[in-house]
């Protein structure tokens, strides 16, 4: 098993920033790409940004400019720096990690997704 901890978030007023962090641990055999998906009180998880073990990035296109993916391989680590930070960007982040658990299942490209429980991000008008 992979186990993912989260942390940074909280309460900020518009225009503010926050960093999130997610660790994996556990059972990691090789890692495809690391990110972050966010849902919002009545609405559907969306994907907000991903980051692969090559460091190509992909951002949802309203958080574009304001929000910067990174990783640190060493230590299975992503972070999210969020900038200029809107009252509609409040909702629950989640991490994601896809990973192939091992050499048999890489051989099959078959990958496993793995979820953080969420660290809510509240930003105030």
């Known amino acids: 098993q992979v186990q993912l901890v989260e942390s940074g978030g909280g309460l900020v007023q518009a225009g503010g920033s926050l960093r999130l962090s997610c660790t994996a641990s556990?059972?990691?055999?090789?890692?495809?790409?690391m990110g972050w998906y966010r849902q919002a009180p009545g609405k559907e998880r969306e994907l907000v940004a991903t980051?692969?073990?090559?460091?190509?990035?992909k951002y949802l296109e309203a958080v574009k400019g304001r929000f910067t993916i990174s990783r640190d391989n060493a230590k299975n680590t992503t972070y999210l720096q969020m900038n200029s930070l809107k009252p509609e960007d409040t909702a629950v982040y989640y991490c994601?990690?896809?990973?192939?658990?091992?050499?048999?299942?890489?051989?099959?490209?078959?990958?496993?997704?793995?979820w953080g429980k969420g660290t809510l991000v509240t930003v105030s008008s």
């Open positions: 994601n990690v896809d990973q192939f658990s091992s050499a048999e299942l890489q051989t099959l490209r078959l990958s496993v997704d793995y």
């Open positions: 556990g059972r990691i055999f090789s890692i495809i790409a």
């Open positions: 980051i692969s073990s090559g460091g190509s990035t």
